[in-house]
T-cell receptor, first 110, second 114 residues
Framework: LAKTTQPISMDSYEGQEVNITCSHN???????ITWYQQFPSQGPRFIIQGYKTKVTNEVASLFIPADRKSSTLSLPRVSLSDTAVYYCLVGTLNAGKSTFGDGTTLTVKP | NAGVMQNPRHLVRRRGQEARLRCSPM?????VYWYRQLPEEGLKFMVY????????ESGMPKERFSAEFPKEGPSILRIQQVVRGDSAAYFC????????????FGPGTRLTVL
Protein backbone atom coordinates (compact mmCIF):
# COMPACT_ATOMS: atom_id res chain seq x y z
CA LEU A 1 0.00 0.00 0.00
CA ALA A 2 1.28 3.43 -0.89
CA LYS A 3 2.49 5.64 1.94
CA THR A 4 0.60 8.89 2.43
CA THR A 5 1.70 12.18 3.96
CA GLN A 6 -0.72 14.75 5.33
CA PRO A 7 -0.36 17.85 7.48
CA ILE A 8 -0.74 17.01 11.13
CA SER A 9 -3.19 19.79 11.83
CA MET A 10 -5.08 22.68 10.25
CA ASP A 11 -7.17 25.53 11.65
CA SER A 12 -10.05 27.26 9.92
CA TYR A 13 -13.04 29.47 10.65
CA GLU A 14 -16.70 28.84 10.10
CA GLY A 15 -17.84 29.52 6.56
CA GLN A 16 -14.42 29.14 4.98
CA GLU A 17 -13.39 26.58 2.40
CA VAL A 18 -10.82 24.10 3.65
CA ASN A 19 -8.40 22.22 1.44
CA ILE A 20 -6.40 19.31 2.85
CA THR A 21 -3.67 17.93 0.64
CA CYS A 22 -2.30 14.40 0.80
CA SER A 23 0.94 13.30 -0.87
CA HIS A 24 1.23 9.78 -2.22
CA ASN A 25 4.29 9.66 -4.47
CA UNK A 26 4.31 5.87 -4.74
CA UNK A 27 0.72 5.48 -5.82
CA UNK A 28 0.25 2.46 -8.09
CA UNK A 29 -1.72 2.31 -11.30
CA UNK A 30 -4.56 0.38 -9.71
CA UNK A 31 -4.75 2.47 -6.52
CA UNK A 32 -7.75 4.57 -5.59
CA ILE A 33 -7.73 7.52 -3.18
CA THR A 34 -10.23 7.51 -0.34
CA TRP A 35 -10.88 10.00 2.44
CA TYR A 36 -12.45 9.26 5.81
CA GLN A 37 -13.58 11.52 8.64
CA GLN A 38 -13.34 10.54 12.30
CA PHE A 39 -14.89 12.27 15.28
CA PRO A 40 -13.61 11.59 18.80
CA SER A 41 -14.78 8.26 20.22
CA GLN A 42 -16.35 7.23 16.90
CA GLY A 43 -15.38 5.03 13.99
CA PRO A 44 -14.24 6.62 10.72
CA ARG A 45 -16.84 7.60 8.19
CA PHE A 46 -16.38 7.48 4.41
CA ILE A 47 -16.33 10.91 2.76
CA ILE A 48 -15.28 10.50 -0.84
CA GLN A 49 -13.26 8.35 -3.24
CA GLY A 50 -11.65 8.99 -6.60
CA TYR A 51 -9.16 7.74 -9.16
CA LYS A 52 -8.33 10.81 -11.22
CA THR A 53 -9.43 14.37 -12.05
CA LYS A 54 -12.29 15.59 -9.88
CA VAL A 55 -15.01 13.93 -7.88
CA THR A 56 -17.79 15.80 -6.09
CA ASN A 57 -20.54 14.64 -3.76
CA GLU A 58 -22.90 16.36 -1.36
CA VAL A 59 -20.27 16.95 1.31
CA ALA A 60 -16.89 17.37 -0.41
CA SER A 61 -14.82 17.50 -3.58
CA LEU A 62 -11.69 15.56 -4.36
CA PHE A 63 -9.12 16.95 -6.76
CA ILE A 64 -6.51 14.62 -8.25
CA PRO A 65 -3.86 15.98 -10.64
CA ALA A 66 -2.82 14.09 -13.73
CA ASP A 67 0.26 12.52 -12.12
CA ARG A 68 -1.89 11.32 -9.16
CA LYS A 69 0.99 11.84 -6.74
CA SER A 70 -1.18 14.00 -4.53
CA SER A 71 -4.82 14.71 -3.89
CA THR A 72 -6.77 17.51 -2.24
CA LEU A 73 -9.91 17.14 -0.20
CA SER A 74 -12.00 20.30 -0.38
CA LEU A 75 -14.66 21.04 2.23
CA PRO A 76 -16.86 24.01 1.26
CA ARG A 77 -18.06 26.42 3.95
CA VAL A 78 -17.00 24.44 7.01
CA SER A 79 -18.92 24.60 10.27
CA LEU A 80 -17.91 23.85 13.84
CA SER A 81 -19.21 20.30 13.40
CA ASP A 82 -16.58 19.63 10.74
CA THR A 83 -13.91 19.62 13.46
CA ALA A 84 -12.50 16.11 13.15
CA VAL A 85 -9.55 14.04 11.97
CA TYR A 86 -9.40 13.46 8.21
CA TYR A 87 -7.58 10.45 6.81
CA CYS A 88 -6.30 9.95 3.28
CA LEU A 89 -5.96 6.33 2.15
CA VAL A 90 -4.44 4.97 -1.02
CA GLY A 91 -4.89 1.40 -2.17
CA THR A 92 -6.57 -0.95 -4.55
CA LEU A 93 -10.24 -1.69 -4.24
CA ASN A 94 -9.41 -5.38 -4.15
CA ALA A 95 -6.81 -5.05 -1.39
CA GLY A 96 -9.42 -5.77 1.21
CA LYS A 97 -7.75 -3.62 3.80
CA SER A 98 -6.76 -0.03 4.34
CA THR A 99 -3.80 1.47 6.13
CA PHE A 100 -4.63 4.73 7.82
CA GLY A 101 -1.93 7.32 8.38
CA ASP A 102 -2.01 9.68 11.33
CA GLY A 103 -4.51 11.95 9.59
CA THR A 104 -5.05 15.70 9.66
CA THR A 105 -6.75 17.21 12.68
CA LEU A 106 -8.99 20.01 11.43
CA THR A 107 -10.16 22.53 14.00
CA VAL A 108 -12.92 24.90 12.93
CA LYS A 109 -13.21 28.03 15.05
CA PRO A 110 -16.21 30.34 15.38
CA ASN B 1 -31.00 -0.94 8.50
CA ALA B 2 -28.80 -1.03 11.56
CA GLY B 3 -25.17 -0.11 11.14
CA VAL B 4 -22.16 -2.08 12.31
CA MET B 5 -22.63 -3.08 15.92
CA GLN B 6 -19.82 -3.60 18.37
CA ASN B 7 -19.99 -4.74 21.95
CA PRO B 8 -19.08 -4.06 24.54
CA ARG B 9 -18.38 -0.39 23.97
CA HIS B 10 -16.05 -0.33 26.95
CA LEU B 11 -14.14 -3.26 28.40
CA VAL B 12 -11.86 -3.28 31.41
CA ARG B 13 -9.57 -6.21 32.02
CA ARG B 14 -6.70 -6.93 34.40
CA ARG B 15 -3.37 -8.08 33.07
CA GLY B 16 -3.45 -11.77 32.19
CA GLN B 17 -7.20 -11.94 31.58
CA GLU B 18 -8.89 -12.57 28.25
CA ALA B 19 -10.74 -9.98 26.21
CA ARG B 20 -13.47 -10.86 23.71
CA LEU B 21 -14.69 -8.17 21.35
CA ARG B 22 -17.74 -8.72 19.18
CA CYS B 23 -18.71 -7.24 15.86
CA SER B 24 -21.98 -7.68 13.99
CA PRO B 25 -21.61 -6.41 10.41
CA MET B 26 -24.29 -4.56 8.55
CA UNK B 27 -27.06 -6.71 7.14
CA UNK B 28 -25.97 -8.24 3.87
CA UNK B 29 -22.27 -7.63 4.47
CA UNK B 30 -20.03 -10.67 4.39
CA UNK B 31 -16.64 -8.98 4.80
CA VAL B 32 -15.31 -7.87 8.17
CA TYR B 33 -12.17 -5.93 9.04
CA TRP B 34 -10.64 -5.26 12.45
CA TYR B 35 -8.47 -2.23 13.24
CA ARG B 36 -6.68 -1.03 16.36
CA GLN B 37 -6.22 2.62 17.24
CA LEU B 38 -3.83 3.76 19.92
CA PRO B 39 -4.36 7.21 21.46
CA GLU B 40 -3.41 10.06 19.13
CA GLU B 41 -2.65 7.65 16.28
CA GLY B 42 -4.37 6.44 13.12
CA LEU B 43 -6.06 3.11 12.69
CA LYS B 44 -3.85 0.08 12.10
CA PHE B 45 -5.23 -2.83 10.09
CA MET B 46 -5.28 -6.11 11.96
CA VAL B 47 -7.28 -8.73 10.10
CA TYR B 48 -9.74 -9.21 7.24
CA UNK B 49 -12.28 -12.01 7.36
CA UNK B 50 -15.10 -13.45 5.35
CA UNK B 51 -17.61 -15.95 6.68
CA UNK B 52 -15.61 -18.84 8.16
CA UNK B 53 -12.38 -17.68 6.52
CA UNK B 54 -9.45 -15.50 7.47
CA UNK B 55 -8.38 -13.73 4.29
CA UNK B 56 -5.56 -11.53 5.56
CA GLU B 57 -4.16 -11.44 9.08
CA SER B 58 -0.94 -9.64 8.26
CA GLY B 59 -1.64 -6.96 10.86
CA MET B 60 -2.35 -9.31 13.73
CA PRO B 61 0.27 -9.87 16.41
CA LYS B 62 1.57 -13.42 16.14
CA GLU B 63 0.77 -14.31 19.72
CA ARG B 64 -2.28 -13.89 21.96
CA PHE B 65 -4.53 -12.45 19.25
CA SER B 66 -7.04 -14.39 17.19
CA ALA B 67 -10.13 -13.61 15.14
CA GLU B 68 -13.02 -15.53 13.72
CA PHE B 69 -16.16 -14.89 11.72
CA PRO B 70 -18.37 -17.96 12.06
CA LYS B 71 -21.15 -18.93 9.72
CA GLU B 72 -23.65 -17.81 12.31
CA GLY B 73 -23.17 -14.98 14.76
CA PRO B 74 -20.83 -12.05 15.10
CA SER B 75 -17.15 -11.79 14.37
CA ILE B 76 -15.00 -12.18 17.47
CA LEU B 77 -11.60 -10.64 18.17
CA ARG B 78 -10.00 -12.48 21.07
CA ILE B 79 -7.02 -11.27 23.05
CA GLN B 80 -5.55 -13.73 25.50
CA GLN B 81 -3.44 -12.78 28.52
CA VAL B 82 -3.89 -9.09 27.95
CA VAL B 83 -1.10 -6.64 28.77
CA ARG B 84 -1.25 -2.90 29.34
CA GLY B 85 -0.02 -2.28 25.79
CA ASP B 86 -3.23 -3.83 24.47
CA SER B 87 -5.19 -0.85 25.78
CA ALA B 88 -6.64 0.80 22.69
CA ALA B 89 -9.80 1.35 20.70
CA TYR B 90 -10.66 -1.60 18.47
CA PHE B 91 -12.80 -0.84 15.46
CA CYS B 92 -14.64 -3.24 13.25
CA UNK B 93 -15.72 -2.41 9.71
CA UNK B 94 -17.80 -4.29 7.18
CA UNK B 95 -18.36 -4.16 3.45
CA UNK B 96 -20.71 -5.99 1.14
CA UNK B 97 -17.87 -7.37 -0.96
CA UNK B 98 -14.14 -7.33 -1.25
CA UNK B 99 -12.94 -4.13 -2.80
CA UNK B 100 -16.15 -2.30 -2.08
CA UNK B 101 -15.95 1.43 -2.41
CA UNK B 102 -16.25 1.96 1.30
CA UNK B 103 -16.05 0.24 4.60
CA UNK B 104 -18.69 0.95 7.23
CA PHE B 105 -17.22 1.30 10.69
CA GLY B 106 -18.71 0.44 14.05
CA PRO B 107 -18.46 2.68 17.13
CA GLY B 108 -15.49 0.75 18.48
CA THR B 109 -14.67 -1.06 21.71
CA ARG B 110 -12.38 0.72 24.13
CA LEU B 111 -10.25 -1.78 25.96
CA THR B 112 -8.52 -0.73 29.14
CA VAL B 113 -6.05 -3.09 30.75
CA LEU B 114 -5.31 -2.37 34.38
Amino acid sequence: LAKTTQPISMDSYEGQEVNITCSHNNIATNDYITWYQQFPSQGPRFIIQGYKTKVTNEVASLFIPADRKSSTLSLPRVSLSDTAVYYCLVGTLNAGKSTFGDGTTLTVKP
Amino acid sequence: NAGVMQNPRHLVRRRGQEARLRCSPMKGHSHVYWYRQLPEEGLKFMVYLQKENIIDESGMPKERFSAEFPKEGPSILRIQQVVRGDSAAYFCASSPSQGSDEQFFGPGTRLTVL
